[in-house]
């Protein structure tokens, strides 16, 4: 079961691909062959016998009439008799045949369930590397789905088996034969440059067809296209319509079940913060927060519970560890751990069977106690009819009792009873208020129907760009944001390309947080998938993409570029352009701080040491991290400015001379800084003494 193990059946995937298809156009092109040579054997057979047939013909014709005539009558019988004979054994053949191509596509079929099955179930390396030899093996089969698994496999290096020349042999071949996944992932490789040629307009036209096929992942892509104008005319309406497919499908599967919240660490943050980073919980202190539980610590119980129950945090989704978390809580009176034990029995899992009445009591237990999420839970009893009649007035009841509170979900609902009508007038106005009030806590159904009442002009004013804007966040919603996670632990286990790829792949998507950290990596130059000349020219692509977005970080970023000639040409006025809307529209102290050095040495923009103060004060304002580099800026600037004041007063006609540009060097600041931090030394030293 060792990954490495799994390549060698790519030359069969490949070479199997259209196995089915090609048997049996082979099949019916060498019977047809067969045919044809048969006839020709014969015909030449009868040209030499002709002239002595003809001869027989001519003496015997009269007596051998009759028995030609009784001949063919016997022969036509016996034609007959064997034509059905054939039509039985061709059809037999053609049964047999298509049962055992059914066989084989029927057991291909099981192993990718299978191996869906264990993925799914899987909590190591081992069993994700079983999955795929079940994978494997179904590609193998001429099953397509799971072809594109394994094409899915050696592209984003699950289970340690990166290979992406590979994955683009394949991901071809599954393109041929109309697999939308394979013409999204194409599109995806030539945006890039990854493997194959960069060609944006190449990446288009798969992106086109795969929409066209189905493919959700290339109509968001499609509709960020069009959203931003990236090699195409920016067009609202039709960003519009690919979101709005996108977001339907979404929707759908939260009225399912309650989607997955997902940890967007971003890599630019310090080292040591990302090391021990909020949005993952670390090792060492969900072992602190067991033994804390296991004390009798009902916060903490209550907590782990949530986190099992939807696997936050980087924590795998454990039914059975929520539930006993939650019952130790619930018993030492917790109202929360009540709601969210009849929460479980309300959706049924493998911990807690789907049970009506099991919810009620304990929704009512927490609601008894003036909990948000019991009386939410009474309420959608009473409004789908689960265990109880339906009712709802008293499902309006119960909603308007935990919205009170606070609850974003109880909140929604109301909402949404006002928008549909349910057992209530419509009242757009009211949905509005509610849906508005849900999504300010991240509700995604709220913000989908936000974004359907500004697509519709329905009780608000439309707005195509405030709709796509709402529809993109439910987007961003979607199952494919789990690769945060497994690119955030590739690259913490050093495995650079791996992240790199997922993380590229969720850039182009329109995810501003990859967007950066994508930038990030290619700036580092460490992954190896891309040539290290097209890294910073691609990186400040995805800063600018970002910064669009309106991240600060990467606005300075760009201005950085220009600054330095990373990636582009040395251009001072577009790099002070690109401070000063980081600085004024964001208030970023290193826009500040780097607006400030350009105006006190007039690097693109008009020398102004006034200004360069003012923004190096406003620097030190804003952020304490600014402080000390904003001293010795000012003591730098200032030193300077006296130096000079008495140098013109005194030796004007030296000054040439002495100027420090001439005298100490282009880096005369940094000498002076030097000198300036020796001196504090001293006299630190002096006064200690």
């Known amino acids: 079961s060792n990954p490495l193990s799994l390549l060698p059946y790519l030359k069969k995937i490949l070479g199997n691909i259209v196995t089915l298809k090609s048997i049996r156009r082979f099949s019916i092109l060498s019977t047809h062959y067969k045919f044809v040579v048969m006839c020709k054997v014969s015909a030449n057979e009868i040209k030499q016998y002709l002239p002595h047939i003809l001869e027989q013909r001519t003496s015997s014709n009269v007596i051998n009439k009759r028995e030609n005539l009784l001949e063919k009558k016997k022969n036509q019988r016996k034609i007959r008799i064997k034509g059905i004979q054939n039509k039985d054994i ?283 999420i019991g009386l939410h839970g009474l309420g959608l009893l009473y409004f789908y009819g689960k265990g109880v009649p339906v009712n709802y007035a008293e499902a309006l009841k119960y909603f308007q009792k935990a919205a009170e509170k606070g609850w974003p ?111 990030f990596i290619l700036e580092s130059k460490k992954a190896n998938i891309l040539e290290k000349e097209k890294m910073y020219p691609m990186a400040l692509l995805l800063w600018n993409r970002a910064a669009i977005q309106g991240n600060a970080f990467a606005r300075v970023k760009i201005g950085d570029y220009h600054y330095y000639g990373y990636g582009t040409k040395k251009d001072y006025q577009t790099a002070a352009t690109h401070y000063s809307i980081a600085a004024d529209k964001y208030h970023n102290a290193q826009a500040m701080f780097n607006l400030a050095y350009m105006y006190e040495h007039g690097l693109g923009i008009a020398k102004n040491i006034h200004l360069a103060r003012r923004l190096y004060d406003m620097a030190a304002q804003t952020s304490p991290d600014a402080y000390i580099p904003v001293f010795f800026a000012l003591m730098k600037l200032e030193t300077m400015h006296l130096l000079r004041d008495i140098l013109f007063f005194n030796f004007t006609m030296r000054w040439n001379w002495l100027k420090p540009d001439n005298t100490v060097g282009p880096h005369w600041d940094l000498f002076v800084i030097g000198l300036i931090v020796a001196g504090l030394i001293l006299l630190l030293r002096n006064h200690r003494g």
């Open 90 to 372: 061709l059809r037999n053949k053609n049964h047999l045949q298509k049962q055992a191509e059914k066989n084989f596509t029927d057991e291909g079929d099981q192993l990718f369930k299978m191996g869906i099955k264990v993925l799914q179930q899987s909590k190591s390396q081992k069993q994700k590397e079983e999955a795929y030899l079940l994978f494997a093996k179904a590609a193998d089969m001429g099953n397509l789905k799971a072809m594109e698994k394994m094409a899915d496999a050696l592209l984003f290096g699950n289970s340690g088996m990166q290979n992406i020349t590979a994955a683009i042999q394949l991901y071809e071949s599954l393109a041929k034969e109309g697999s939308c996944k394979a013409q999204n992932a194409l599109g995806f490789l030539s945006s890039y440059g990854i493997g194959m040629e960069y060609d944006q307009a190449k990446a288009l036209i798969y992106y086109t067809f795969g929409s066209a096929g189905g493919s959700i992942m290339s109509q968001m892509i499609l509709g960020y296209r069009y959203l931003s104008g990236i090699n195409v005319l920016q067009n609202c309406e039709v960003a519009l319509s690919y979101y709005k497919k996108v977001a339907d499908h979404i929707a759908d599967t939260f009225e399912k079940s309650e989607g997955v919240p997902v940890e967007k660490v971003r890599l630019t943050e310090r080292p040591e913060n990302l090391s021990s980073n909020s949005e993952i919980l670390d090792w060492d202190i969900y072992q602190y927060y067991k033994f804390l539980a296991e004390r009798g610590d009902v916060q903490i119980q209550v907590y782990l519970g949530q986190l099992h129950l939807i696997g936050r945090k980087g924590l795998d989704q454990d039914y059975h560890k929520a539930l006993h978390y939650f019952l130790k809580a619930a018993k030492a009176g917790s109202a929360n751990a009540m709601a969210f034990i009849g929460k479980m029995y309300l959706e049924g899992n493998a911990a807690a069977p789907q049970n009506n009445a099991t919810a009620f009591k304990y929704f009512s237990m927490a609601a008894s106690k003036g909990n948000a």
């Open 409 to 519: 979900d109880a909140q929604f609902q109301l909402g949404f009873m006002y928008y549909s009508g349910s057992g209530i007038w419509k009242d757009y106005k009211l949905a509005f208020k509610y849906f508005y009030l849900a999504s300010q806590s991240g509700q995604p159904l709220a913000i989908y129907y936000l974004a359907e009442m500004y697509a519709t002009g329905t009780g608000v004013v439309r707005s195509c760009r405030t709709a796509v804007e709402l529809y993109k966040g439910v987007c961003e919603l979607g199952h494919w944001a789990e690769k945060f996670l497994t690119a955030y632990f590739a690259y913490k286990d050093g495995d650079i390309d791996s992240s790199l790829v997922q993380y590229a792949l969720l850039a182009e998507m329109g995810y501003e947080v990859a967007q950066m950290n994508s930038a």
